[in-house]
């Protein structure tokens, strides 16, 4: 596995970015459940970030918004205000034939606004 940055959500979610195109794709298409949410900033290179909960669980609008916070922190929009950010399950993302690493295809998107940031305490790699 490549470079993943993990993060902890109250209420048992986890958070999970990616680092580069290559650790993009495997967190998107390999790693991912189905059911697991996709986030990734709008219009620009970001991380691709995934949003894991209990099993069965919904999550809350604030630990959606919280998710998209971390995808626009792990963007080129770090240091910008209030930044759109694309929300899908994960199964509705896909890779396109022939698409270089880290592009992908999403269908059902949602979109958050939200201020970039990531909770503390800091971030562990695995």
Known sequence: MGR?????L??????????????NDELSLGIAAQDDWWFHVRGMPGS?????????AEPDKETLKRAAAIAAWH??????????VSCTR????????????????IRKEI??????????PPATET
């Open 90 to 105: 994960a199964r509705n993302v896909t890779k396109p034939r022939g698409a270089k690493s880290g592009t992908v295809q």
């Open 75 to 84: 963007s080129k929009a770090r240091n910008a205000g209030v930044v759109p």
């Open 10 to 23: 109250p209420g048992q979610w986890h958070v999970l970015a990616g680092r580069s195109d290559t650790d």
């Open 48 to 56: 691709h970030v995934i949003l894991r909960g209990p099993p069965g």
């Open 111 to 120: 979109v958050l606004k939200v201020r970039p940031s990531i909770p503390a």
């Open 4 to 8: 993943i940055t993990e993060y902890e």
